[in-house]
């Protein structure tokens, strides 16, 4: 997928988003914030915001930065900010999350929800994240993931030439993004319903990342 496929999808998406992923999908939402441990200050990224669900989960002394390539989502997203008075979402922009508009280190956490599977070059997102977040921060991602169990996994590999059309991987494989990216996860935990998405928590170990410039892609 590239990013004018993306932006066709979501925008037919985001009149009925809430209600087709909002329940669903808010599990992971309030399970990945718990483990995020905001304190006092802390400067949170949200990757792929979208219309904002989760917005109203952040703690309100934290400042909260959201960013989405669909306008259409994004305007949904201005809407909840203004309606449920959200003073610690700081700002939300229209972006291309592999090529951010942040310098270096502006943010403590980066987190993106149900954004990796959807990304036309998910390391090069990765790079990105890392870029922008802190040296020592905290990466937080989740996401489904190609199934292990081999009837699950077969499935999703017969519907992935729809993705397209459904704006996502459906058969999108964690074993090559770890190693395409180096993350340092830490923690790996499943949520929503039967446990079929997978929560990451990584250290964002700058060191690291630079000792291999060549796995996380080019702008």
């Not at 809430?18 to 329940?23: E, K, L, R, S, T």
């Amino acid at each position: 997928m590239d990013i004018d496929v993306i932006q066709r999808v979501y925008r037919r998406y985001a009149q009925g988003y809430d209600v087709y992923f909002g329940a669903l999908l808010q599990p992971g939402r309030k399970a990945i914030i718990e483990k995020m441990h905001c304190r006092p200050g802390d400067r949170i990224l949200e990757v792929g915001v979208g219309t904002g669900l989760s917005l109203p989960l952040y703690p309100p002394d934290v400042r909260v930065t959201g960013i989405d390539i669909s306008r259409e989502m994004l305007a949904r997203a201005h809407l909840r900010k203004h309606r449920l008075r959200l003073h610690h979402v700081s700002s939300l922009r229209l972006m291309n999350a592999e090529s951010m508009q942040f310098p270096d280190d502006s943010f403590d956490k980066v987190v993106a929800m149900y954004v990796v599977s959807v990304a036309p070059n998910p390391a090069r997102l990765v790079s990105e994240m890392r870029r922008v977040c802190r040296s020592g921060g905290e990466l937080f991602m989740v996401n489904h993931f190609r199934h292990a169990n081999p009837v699950v996994g077969g499935l999703e590999r017969l519907v992935a030439p729809l993705s397209r059309l459904m704006g996502f991987h459906p058969d999108f494989s964690l074993e090559n993004l770890l190693q395409e990216t180096a993350l340092d996860v830490e923690e790996r935990t499943p949520v929503n319903m039967l446990g079929y998405w997978t929560l990451l928590r990584a250290r964002n170990d700058k060191i690291a990342a630079e000792r291999e410039p060549s796995r996380f892609g080019t702008a």
